[in-house]
């Protein structure tokens, strides 16, 4: 059964106003309120820090969200006992993310202000490629509310603003109103940038001598970084007042350097304190160690001299050489009141890296379990048992917090529930099957329970979603959501149990969740098949590129190319995709549908034009 997308004039919108955002999560999300901790004992929580990172980047997360979004999120984090939500920001960096600033943190230096902004469906970062709405495919932007004047979606101060200066000063205003709220709500706010990291037009203006030859990272002892570094603190003390904490992260990507070349007070400081890293694996961890070392004791230091009420907590990734290895040596030589944390490896495969627990019994430490990862983001990612597990194992660590990152708001409910819930109380907490009821039960009624709770925790257990891809931090390719063998049969399955339930299911509100789910699965099944139809024509493109394939050949596959090509069920999946919005972050995602595969799409369709006519 498939469902007709409903078509709309170009000035209406499923989503338009605050109140609708606000009356769709208490129809749609019948646990999402004040009944959500219901259940809760008043015995204190086993976390003193329980919440959330939501990531900006993304058109998904709050890179597009508005004031009123953040507000019914914020109250949904209240009514579920959560008490922190933080929020990171880019200023560069290396590979991909070189000129990639977002304009929550103005870092002016020798009066040059950076090129900042967040993303639109008019930018051209993270493999999107730009794309106003109204050339959206198939109608879907129909479906997107835009402010007056603006022709890309995105949040509404980024695609009204007219200048550099009103990109800072819409996005730092909006997040003064973030905090605000939050702080009404009893929920503490963490503001987050990668230390060392500087945005790209600054590299012209300091000294040749600031960067470490070799590695060409900035030297932290130099006083042009010392006064890059004071430069972000104070903007961030001064534009947001009251911000309970500073979360400084060693960044993903910049570390894998050249070996450094030491030289002058930055070699003085190596030689004096690398013994707290004795125990590191590999060189280059001594000297990330040493390098982090030398700017978190500058951050530490200047908060106790200008914002002594401003916590400082400090984090990474946790894979492979990046934060884990320097940890030990970090914990030996900083002061005790510095939090650590450390995003779970894998994007969530695992737990939090055991060094977590040697670090906690000696200062508070965070675990970050991921509600998703990020290179499934056009996926449904059922984790709700291992999000419960990871967060008994924090606990049993003694951890004292857990935070949980992500990018969407609908998909990842199931995994937020779980989280949460578990938080409270780890102890106690239900058991994966049990979880998956609790949502099940809510959101679908008691009898779709019985079976849906088993199905999305068998997807779960093997894995079977999670070898999917659609990693929204590169442009499509025709590898995207393609199906392993054998998990075609077992999504039709599901597809056909839900459309079962959702005929015989007594309220309405339950028979829209069940679309919106069944929706789910039929996108998976609807991409793979797109993938695999569109892939002669994108592997042709490059062949010819190549100069492998030209002439009569070039004409003969491109007619082949081209019936695979047609029988593409390319607007199937877009009014399959576009039925099921009901959030911002699944605007983001139809978004991301149209900037990357419409696109491409678009393009193949070009080139065989033009190949079936090559001489």
């Not at 605050?18 to 901790?37: D, T």
């Not at 001064?238 to 930055?266: C, I, K, N, Q």
């Not at 578990?422 to 019985?450: K, N, V």
């Amino acid at each position: 059964m498939v469902r007709s997308f409903p078509r709309s004039s170009p000035r209406r919108s499923v989503l338009v106003e605050a109140s609708v955002y606000a009356a769709m999560f208490a129809l749609l999300l019948p646990g999402c309120g004040l009944r959500a901790m219901a259940s809760a004992d008043d015995a204190p929580p086993a976390f003193a820090i329980r919440g959330t990172l939501p990531w900006h980047n993304f058109l998904s997360g709050p890179t597009a969200w508005n004031a009123s979004d953040y507000r019914v999120y914020l109250d949904d984090l209240a009514a579920r006992g959560l008490n922190f939500v933080g929020f990171h920001c880019y200023t560069g960096g290396a590979e991909r993310y070189a000129p990639y600033v977002e304009p929550l943190i103005r870092i002016q230096y020798r009066d040059v202000v950076p090129v900042a902004g967040f993303d639109t469906s008019m930018t051209a970062r993270w493999g999107y490629r730009p794309l106003a709405v109204r050339d959206f495919a198939f109608e879907t932007g129909n479906l997107f509310p835009l402010p007056p004047g603006a022709e890309a979606f995105g949040g509404d101060g980024a695609v009204t603003a007219r200048s550099h200066e009103e990109r800072y000063r819409r996005a730092q205003g909006l997040m003064g109103e973030v905090i605000a709220m939050a702080h009404a709500r009893g929920i503490q706010v963490a503001i987050g940038f990668e230390f060392g990291v500087h945005p790209p037009e600054l590299a012209s203006i300091v000294p040749p001598e600031s960067r470490i030859g070799g590695a060409l990272l900035p030297d932290p002892t130099h006083p042009a970084n010392i006064e890059i570094l004071h430069a972000t603190l104070r903007d961030l003390l001064t534009t947001y007042p009251g911000l309970d904490w500073v979360w400084l992260w060693l960044h993903e990507h910049s570390m894998f350097v050249a070996p450094p070349e030491l030289a002058g007070r930055f070699a003085e400081f190596y030689q004096r304190e690398k013994g707290h890293f004795s125990g590191a694996p590999r060189e280059h961890d001594v000297f990330t160690g040493v390098w982090s070392l030398v700017q978190i004791r500058q951050v530490h230091e200047y908060l106790s001299r200008h914002a002594p009420r401003t916590r400082l907590a400090i984090g990474g990734w946790g894979g492979g050489p990046q934060l884990p290895p320097v940890l030990r040596g970090l914990d030996r030589a900083l002061p005790r009141d510095i939090v650590f944390s450390c995003l779970n490896p894998g994007m969530g495969g695992s737990g939090h890296a055991p060094v977590l627990a040697e670090v906690a019994a000696h200062r508070p430490t965070w675990a970050i379990p991921w509600f998703e990862g990020d290179a499934w983001l056009w996926h449904l990612q059922p984790r709700a048992a291992s999000i419960r597990d990871q967060v008994k194992a924090a606990h049993a660590d003694r951890l004292s917090g857990v935070i949980g990152i992500h990018w969407r708001t609908e998909e990842i409910r199931m995994n937020l529930e779980a989280f949460a819930l578990t938080a409270r109380d780890p102890e106690q907490a239900p058991s994966g099957e049990a979880l998956y009821r609790r949502h099940c039960t809510e959101r679908y009624g008691a009898e779709a329970a019985d079976t849906l709770a088993p199905l999305l925790l068998r997807f779960e257990q093997e894995n079977q979603l999670g070898t999917l891809s659609s990693p929204e931090y590169f442009p499509y390719s025709p590898a995207w959501g393609r199906l392993p063998p054998g998990l075609e049969d077992p999504l039709r399955a599901a597809i056909a149990l839900i459309e079962r339930l959702e005929s015989g299911a007594g309220s309405p509100v339950h028979r829209q969740n069940l679309g919106w789910l069944a929706d789910n699965f039929r996108g998976s099944l609807l991409l793979d098949e797109v993938g695999r139809k569109i892939e002669a024509a994108y592997t042709l493109k490059e062949q010819y590129l190549r100069g492998e394939m030209f002439g009569t050949a070039l004409r003969e596959q491109a007619q082949a190319a081209r019936a695979q090509f047609e029988t593409a069920p390319i607007e199937e999946l877009f009014r399959t995709f576009a039925r099921r919005v009901r959030s911002r972050g699944e605007l983001g995602e139809l978004s991301s549908l149209n900037q990357k595969l419409w696109l491409q799409h678009r393009e193949l369709d070009q080139f065989l034009r033009e190949a079936a006519a090559h001489p």
